[in-house]
C-alpha cells in the first residue's frame, strides 16, 4: 500500500524568508501524481501545486515551487518570499495510478507553518 | 462559481445516535468523495462516487457508515449508532472525472462531535 510521511509536524519562518517542507512517499507504481494542499484554520483544502510523476521538470506556481526527486520518493515544497497568509497546515497527497476503481488522495500527518512577521 | 459546501457546519450528537451529514458538490463534477480527518491527522479516504454508484466503499471503517449519491449530485454521509471515536472533520471533495488526475476540490467539512 502506498504511504505518505511528512516528518516535521511543526516549521516556523520569518516573513519574506524561505522555507522548505518534507515529503517522502512508498509506492511500486512508476506513473503518479503528487500534491500539495494548504488548509487554513477555515478547514477548507486548497490546491497549492502538482506534479506528474512522468514530468522531469519541477513544477512551481509563483512563490511556491517543488523538489521531486523520483529515485528517492521526495516530494518537498519550497515557499519563497513567505507571506503572513501562507500560515496553515500544509499536506502532501499522492494520487493512485488511474485504473479500475482508484482515485482517491493518500495524505501525509501534515506540517503546521507558522509565518513570523 | 459556487464551490463544494457541506452542512452543518458543526454537528454534536450522543453516543448512540444516528447523523446525516450533506454535501453539495460543484455543478458538473461526476466525483465526489468523502474524506475523514481526525485531529492531528491528513484526512483519510472514505469512500467515492463515480455519478450516482459507489465506485470504491473500501475506506469505510464499518457497516455503521453509509453514503448514497441518488441522483448524481448530493451525497449524504450516513453513521448509524455513533461512537465516541467517530468525532472527526468529514470532509467532501469533488471533481470532474474518475479516473483522472484532476484537482479534488474541497469543502469546509463537517466537524461531528460524539458525546
Known amino acids: 500500500a502506498q504511504t505518505v510521511t511528512q516528518s516535521q509536524p511543526e516549521m516556523s519562518v520569518q516573513e519574506a524568508e524561505t522555507v522548505t517542507l518534507s515529503c517522502t512517499y512508498d509506492?511500486?507504481?512508476?506513473?503518479?501524481?503528487l500534491f500539495w494542499y494548504k488548509q487554513p484554520p477555515s478547514r477548507q483544502m486548497i490546491l497549492v501545486i502538482r506534479?506528474?510523476?512522468?514530468?522531469?521538470q519541477n513544477a512551481t506556481e509563483n512563490r511556491f515551487s517543488v523538489n521531486f526527486q523520483k529515485a528517492a520518493k521526495s516530494f518537498s515544497l519550497k515557499i519563497s518570499d513567505s507571506q503572513l497568509g501562507d500560515a496553515a497546515m500544509y499536506f502532501c497527497?499522492?494520487?493512485?495510478?488511474?485504473?479500475?476503481?482508484?482515485?482517491?488522495?493518500?495524505f501525509g500527518k501534515g506540517t503546521k507553518l507558522s509565518v513570523k512577521p | 462559481g459556487a464551490g463544494v459546501s457541506q452542512t452543518p457546519s458543526n454537528k454534536v450528537t450522543e453516543k448512540g445516535k444516528y447523523v446525516e451529514l450533506r454535501c453539495d458538490p460543484i455543478?458538473?463534477?461526476?466525483?465526489l468523495y468523502w474524506y475523514r480527518q481526525s485531529l492531528g491527522q491528513g484526512p483519510e479516504f472514505l469512500i467515492y462516487?463515480?455519478?450516482?454508484?459507489?465506485?470504491?466503499d473500501s475506506g469505510l471503517p464499518n457497516d455503521r457508515f453509509f453514503a448514497v449519491r441518488p441522483e448524481g449530485s448530493v451525497s449524504t454521509l450516513k453513521i448509524q449508532r455513533t461512537e465516541r471515536g467517530d468525532s472527526a472533520v468529514y470532509l467532501c471533495a469533488s471533481s470532474l472525472c474518475v479516473p483522472c488526475y484532476n484537482e479534488q476540490f474541497f469543502g469546509p467539512g463537517t466537524r461531528l462531535t460524539v458525546l
Open positions: 509506492t511500486s507504481e512508476s506513473d503518479y501524481y
Open positions: 497527497a499522492y494520487h493512485p495510478v488511474p485504473g479500475g476503481s482508484q482515485g482517491n488522495l493518500i
Open positions: 506534479q506528474e510523476a512522468y514530468k522531469q
Open positions: 462516487f463515480q455519478g450516482t454508484g459507489a465506485a470504491d
Open positions: 455543478s458538473g463534477h461526476t466525483a
